[in-house]
């Protein structure tokens, strides 16, 4: 529900709902008053800022890396500003849950636990990262040991992928499911409509978060989504779906603590689109600069962690020095991988033929 | 599938239909609907689920029906699959085995007939497999099935027909290597799937004219047995290459190229390739006949490699 609307409404007039996004306040008051109703304890409260800092924080020294010190080199595709939906979904989800993302993951690695050292390895190219720098940033939230399960590169791809993580634990019996993480831009490919159809037919314990961040590179959804709505796309395949404002932590939390409950317990798939926003562009190196200055401006007073510290303060949450306490320990924590990757070097070249095959 | 209770099959028809080449008569009934999936005409959906089954722990074999289908689902296979374990510096692996079959020879036209393994050289991390008989299905399926790695399974439809003996007690057959099937010393004939099979007729023949042929059943050509080719050819001094695809760029090139490069000394005559010319498959049943390799076509090219 939004603002007392039913997704099933909003996803008719997809359009109208993006501008009436702009009077944010009515979509952040959703589900705000009552921390404990959704069991959000302080300590639960205080991890997710934490989380979202990680994220924030490592994202923009990997900025720092590519732009200030060239450092870096590569494509890179930071998740700035949509830090709360990663942590939002992926702390209402079980550690042993398995998540498929995309070349956009560096936020859903570190909110599933993927260690930042290792992270900041992987994108140095050091073998000390967790893909031995054999992926790369694009791939850096490949760690299954915490259900960090994939990361592909490849537009759409994740849907058909995760249909049969889901479909293998639901032939295992396990109480796990399986969450894939795509954008908008997805939303348009063979292998997305391939994929929904076949995980709502076999009704598998799935979660699909569509982070809609209203632009797939510098092509606006409205230049790319025929259809009103992408949530209603979902509905067509039979699935139920849910309207989420991403840039809500809490919403996030809320939203996918039900969904997860209901995809465990009746094995079916459940489709969450999560509207957000890039704060930079596409790429590390890209500025932009295809989007109108006043709808970035807008945006930018949507940031996710800004928002939440102050509602953390307002209700009494936690104090400002709890919050800059925070906020050093994160920034130290990315320095510190930073030393870590440093300090690495990469595979000798003759190792890598043999992750070719297993043996 | 008895024995492993996390092989599961997913493919269109494969269930009640019994598989439109009925390779999978039988299954659904035995091991249910749970076990062998029907899926809708979703290729790219067919492949990345065994993809995530694999993921998940499962070992999934997945048809897909005709191999001119498997474009469809080339991101899933050659990008995603392939790729894992490499890019994943070795957390993933993804034990999947797709299994197609080829139509050539049954006027199916271009677009139901197409031997296209070539392809897959290009793409590292995928093991290809092609049996020839019935005997070796069983095994390198097997094998295939257990292989930790994503295998490409190769079956030829007009082989479907074939009989031989298959020994009822368990056995595999390691993918990797290659066989033997007659031996000879004059020249060797190296060759895959359906053209094993006229090879060996081909080598009966020649055995008349006093040509003494070995044939080389490669049964996996990623990765390919280089080393049983290389020992035959040091022996025979001559080789030649017979496969079902058009021959630029097919495994035959290959075959030559690495051949070349490792036994030129041993060689006395040039690698020839037996193989369909460059183009698409004609439908008209005559002009499939001469578009397709046979014994004849072998014959010819041992002869010439030979100077006779």
């Given at each position: ?70 450092l870096l080199i590569g494509p890179s595709h930071l998740y700035l500003g949509q830090e709360s939906v990663a942590v939002g979904a992926i702390m209402a989800l079980q550690r042993d849950d398995l998540t ?202 949507r940031d996710p962690i800004i928002t939440f510290k102050k509602r953390l303060l307002d209700q009494k949450v936690l104090t400002t020095t709890e919050i800059d306490q925070l906020e050093t320990a994160t ?29 | ?308």
């Amino acid at each position: 529900m939004i603002a007392g609307r039913s997704a099933n409404e909003l996803a008719c007039d997809y359009r109208p709902v993006v501008t009436q996004l702009a009077t944010l306040t009515e979509l952040r008051e959703v589900d705000q008053k009552d921390f404990a109703k959704h069991g959000l304890t302080k300590e639960k409260l205080q991890e997710m800022l934490r989380k979202m800092l990680i994220i924030r924080k490592f994202e923009e020294k990997v900025e720092e890396l590519f732009l200030v010190k060239g450092l870096l080199i590569g494509p890179s595709h930071l998740y700035l500003g949509q830090e709360s939906v990663a942590v939002g979904a992926i702390m209402a989800l079980q550690r042993d849950d398995l998540t498929i993302t995309t070349y956009r993951g560096h936020g859903h690695a570190l909110a599933k636990d993927v260690p930042a050292n290792l992270c900041m390895a992987e994108l140095f190219g050091k073998s000390t990262g967790n893909c031995k720098g054999l992926g790369g940033s694009m791939h850096v939230a490949i760690y299954p040991k915490t259900g960090s399960l994939y990361a592909t590169a490849i537009v759409g791809s994740g849907i058909p992928i995760t249909a049969g993580v889901g479909l293998g634990l639901k032939q295992k019996r396990s109480k796990q499911i399986a969450a894939a993480f795509f954008g908008d831009g997805a939303c348009n490919t063979g292998a997305f409509h391939e994929g929904m159809n076949l995980v709502a037919l076999w009704k598998l314990p799935v979660l699909l978060f569509c982070e809609n961040n209203q632009y797939a590179m510098s092509t606006p959804v409205k230049l790319a989504v025929s259809s009103p709505s992408i949530a209603e796309r979902a509905r067509s395949y039979g699935m139920d779906t849910i309207l989420v404002n991403g840039n809500d932590v809490v919403a996030m939390y809320v939203a996918t603590k039900s969904a997860a409950e209901r995809a465990r317990n009746e094995s079916t798939p459940i489709f969450l689109e999560c509207l957000t926003y890039k704060m930079k562009g596409h790429g590390v190196y890209d500025r932009g600069e295809y989007r109108p200055k006043d709808e970035v401006a807008k945006w930018l007073e949507r940031d996710p962690i800004i928002t939440f510290k102050k509602r953390l303060l307002d209700q009494k949450v936690l104090t400002t020095t709890e919050i800059d306490q925070l906020e050093t320990a994160t920034q130290q924590e990315i320095e510190d991988s930073v030393k870590f990757a440093m300090a690495g070097s990469p595979l000798p070249f003759d190792r890598i033929m043999s992750y070719v095959y297993m043996e | 599938m008895i024995r492993d209770p996390d092989v599961i099959l997913l493919g269109e028809e494969i269930g009640v239909f019994n598989g439109v080449y009925k390779v999978t008569r039988g299954l659904l009934d035995e091991f249910g609907p749970e076990r062998v999936r029907d899926t809708p005409i979703s290729e790219a959906a067919i492949a990345g689920a065994a993809v995530g089954l694999a993921l998940a722990g499962m070992k999934p074999v997945a048809e897909i029906m005709y191999m001119d289908f498997l474009p469809i689902c080339m991101d899933q296979l050659c990008t995603q699959a392939a790729k894992m374990r490499f890019m994943s510096g070795g957390q993933l692996n993804v034990p999947m085995v797709l299994r197609t079959q080829y139509s050539l020879g049954r006027q199916h036209g271009s677009q139901h007939s197409q031997f296209t393994p070539a392809w897959f050289l290009q793409v590292p991390g995928m093991k290809v497999v092609l049996p020839s008989d019935p005997r070796d299905a069983k095994g390198l399926l097997k094998a295939s099935i257990r292989d930790p790695n994503p295998v490409l399974f190769v079956e030829s439809g007009l082989l479907y027909r074939t009989k031989g003996l298959v020994p009822e007690e368990e056995y595999t057959i390691p993918l990797g290597e290659a066989a033997a099937k007659k031996k000879g010393n004059d020249i060797t004939i190296v060759a895959v799937s359906r053209m094993v099979n006229e090879s060996l007729a081909a080598a009966t023949k020649l055995d008349a004219d006093g040509i003494s042929a070995e044939v080389v059943d490669l049964r996996t050509i990623q990765p390919f047995d280089l080393e049983t080719i290389a020992e035959s050819v040091k022996r025979t001094s001559h080789l030649v290459v017979a496969c079902d695809d058009v021959k630029r760029g097919g495994i035959g090139a290959e075959i030559s190229a690495s051949v070349t490069e490792t036994c030129f000394d041993y060689l006395d005559a040039p690698i020839t390739r037996v193989a369909c010319p460059d183009t698409p498959i004609p439908f008209s049943p005559q002009l499939e006949q001469q578009y397709m390799p046979n014994a004849d076509c072998v014959i010819k090219a041992v002869k010439q490699v030979l100077g006779k």
